[in-house]
T-cell receptor, first 115, second 111 residues
Framework: DAEITQSPRHKITETGRQVTLACHQT?????MFWYRQDLGHGLRLIHY???????NKGEVSDGYSVSRSNTEDLPLTLESAASSQTSVYFC??????????????FGPGTRLTVL | QKEVEQNSGPLSVPEGAIASLNCTYS??????FFWYRQYSGKSPELIMF????GDKEDGRFTAQLNKASQYVSLLIRDSQPSDSATYLC???????????FGTGTKLQVIP
């Protein structure tokens, strides 16, 4: 069955370290998204991609980067981790053209703690 | 003003009652509206979407959209303890894949 996976599921790191969170989907979806979820803020979009070599900034992109070298993967990198980046991170994907909405399927999430 | 606003709750309803969840949005150009359910410690899953004014029913769930008043609601009939979760309202402008999520309303169904 097609799925979307994230790794690691839990990560503890120190301030200033570079961290990469992996997202892999086997749906063959064009569109992939990274969100963070914090109490009182809900889900906030960090970066998104509509296809290979395409990346776009979301509303909370500062301190994060992504790259899309193939259809299946969209890794999220925290350049220099800060305590404010402690959160639960969700990856999501959807099929279809950028100009039409399709259901987003979410991965299981990664809980990141920055000490 | 937040783009998508929801009462955080918790909203407590007895088993078998109707749960009513509300959401307002600020962008008048928004065209697509979604309700996601998120169980504690799990990822969101889509349960309803609506594009046109009026009601849309799917089993025990009814989504209601009023674009003039800029609100969308979700009714859950015959609420069950398994419906206890956080319900996220999401809105997207027409023609785009991005969505803006509300902060969610926590629903508790009391047996």
């Amino acid at each position: 069955d097609a799925e979307i996976t994230q790794s690691p599921r839990h990560k503890i790191t120190e301030t200033g370290r570079q961290v990469t969170l992996a997202c892999h989907q086997t749906w063959n979806h064009n569109n992939m998204f990274w969100y963070r979820q914090d109490l009182g803020h809900g889900l906030r979009l960090i970066h998104y991609s509509y296809g290979v070599q395409d990346t776009n900034k979301g509303e909370v992109s500062d301190g994060y980067s992504v790259s899309r070298s193939n259809t299946e993967d969209l890794p999220l990198t925290l350049e220099s981790a800060a305590s404010s980046q402690t959160s639960v991170y969700f990856c999501a994907s959807s099929e279809g053209l950028a100009a039409t909405y399709n259901e987003q399927f979410f991965g299981p999430g990664t809980r990141l703690t920055v000490l | 003003q937040k783009e998508v606003e929801q009462n955080s709750g918790p909203l407590s309803v007895p088993e078998g009652a109707i749960a009513s969840l509300n959401c307002t949005y600020s962008d008048r150009g928004s065209q697509s509206f979604f309700w996601y359910r998120q169980y504690s410690g799990k990822s969101p899953e889509l349960i309803m979407f609506i594009y046109s004014n009026g009601d849309k029913e799917d089993g025990r769930f009814t989504a209601q959209l009023n674009k003039a008043s800029q609100y969308v609601s979700l009714l859950i009939r015959d609420s069950q303890p398994s419906d206890s979760a956080t319900y996220l309202c999401a809105v997207t402008p027409g023609g785009y894949q991005k969505v803006t999520f509300g902060t969610g309303t926590k629903l508790q169904v009391i047996p």
